[in-house]
């Protein structure tokens, strides 16, 4: 089965572009998390997402936004780029058993690295 | 608030040697999980172990065992008898079990494990 798939793998962009970030989870994986990675440092928690609906956002700004469709992937958008944005942007899935109950493990892809210039 | 600090920056060592990475973390929560994960030169988060704060046993995996102690709030992986493949990032993770935390992970800053032959 194919894991979590992420594009693109790298892209370059200059101050005040916009991006858009694309993730596929693993097959029958209903929830898409996503996570910036700076150079150096653990991963930060941007934004979850279950069944189409937000679940949680991380301590970001508005310029951070996300979006899950219907087959269950996601798009993480970034509006007027910063040289700060520039990391590695980790999707992670992960499904859910009956009753709500959190296995916790997250399945992630590689990443999309982002450069801003 | 979560936290989790991984002193440890970057341990050297040569192949068949152990080595341990040390985790501490803080929460106010009296149940949640506790997580590794290695992170090789392609990006991608690879889960390792999970454990549940209401269960204390230490395990072995292979060449991989942990010591969970809820007392002094640590979690301590080992991997014995390295291999230079072994040579990654590894990041300790702490996520709560509630609903609402359900794909947030709190992650340390990592230490780098340089494993020479």
């Known amino acids: 089965d194919a894991g979590v798939t992420q594009s693109p793998t790298h892209l370059i962009k200059t101050r005040g572009q916009q991006v858009t970030l694309r993730c596929s989870p693993i097959?029958?994986?209903?929830?898409v998390s996503w996570y910036q990675q700076v150079l150096g440092q653990g991963p930060q928690f941007i934004f979850q997402?279950?069944?189409?609906?937000?679940?949680g956002r991380g301590n970001f700004p508005d310029r951070f936004s996300a979006r899950q469709f219907p087959n269950y992937s996601s798009e993480l958008n970034v509006n007027a780029l910063l040289l700060g944005d520039s990391a590695l942007y980790l999707c992670?899935?992960?499904?859910?058993?009956?009753?709500?109950?959190?296995?916790?493990?997250?399945?992630f892809g590689e990443g999309s690295r982002l450069t801003v210039l | 608030a979560q936290k989790v600090t991984q002193a440890q920056t970057e341990i050297s060592v040569v192949e068949k040697e152990d080595v341990t990475l040390d985790c501490v973390y803080e929460?106010?929560?009296?149940?949640?999980?506790l997580f590794w994960y290695k992170q090789p030169p392609s990006g991608e988060l690879v889960f390792l172990i999970r454990?549940?704060?209401?269960?204390?046993q230490n395990e072995i995996s292979g060449r991989y065992s942990w010591n969970f102690q809820k007392s002094t709030s640590s979690f301590n992986f080992t991997i014995t008898a390295s291999q230079v493949v072994d040579s990654a990032v590894y990041f300790c993770?702490?996520?709560?079990?509630?609903?609402?935390?359900?794909?947030?992970?709190?992650f340390g800053a990592g230490t780098q494990v340089v494993v020479t032959p």
């Open positions: 992670a899935s992960s499904w859910r058993l009956a009753g709500g109950k959190n296995t916790g493990e997250l399945f």
């Open positions: 097959s029958g994986h209903k929830s």
């Open positions: 997402y279950y069944e189409k609906e937000e679940r």
């Open positions: 929460t106010r929560d009296t149940t949640y999980y």
């Open positions: 454990r549940n704060s209401f269960d204390e």
């Open positions: 993770a702490l996520s709560e079990l509630a609903p609402d935390s359900w794909g947030k992970l709190q």
